[in-house]
C-alpha cells in the first residue's frame, strides 16, 4: 500500500524555539506540509526524536 494518496495533504506547525509541533494552524509556527504520508511520519518521528512537544 503505497502512502501517497491523491490529494491528501498532511500539515504541521513547528515552533523551533519552543521546540512544538502542531497539529492545526499556530502563530509564531512553520507550516509544513506533506504529500507522502512516510515523508510525514519520518518528520514526526524526528520531531519525537528531538524530544519535542505535541499538541
Known amino acids: 500500500m503505497s502512502g501517497k494518496q491523491e490529494g491528501q ?29 512516510e515523508l510525514f511520519q519520518a518528520c514526526i518521528d524526528q520531531y519525537t526524536r528531538q524530544r519535542y512537544r505535541y499538541q
Open 9 to 37: 495533504v498532511w500539515r504541521i506547525w513547528v515552533d523551533t524555539g519552543r521546540r512544538v509541533v502542531s497539529f492545526h494552524p499556530e502563530p509564531e509556527s512553520e507550516l509544513i506540509e506533506f504529500h507522502s504520508l
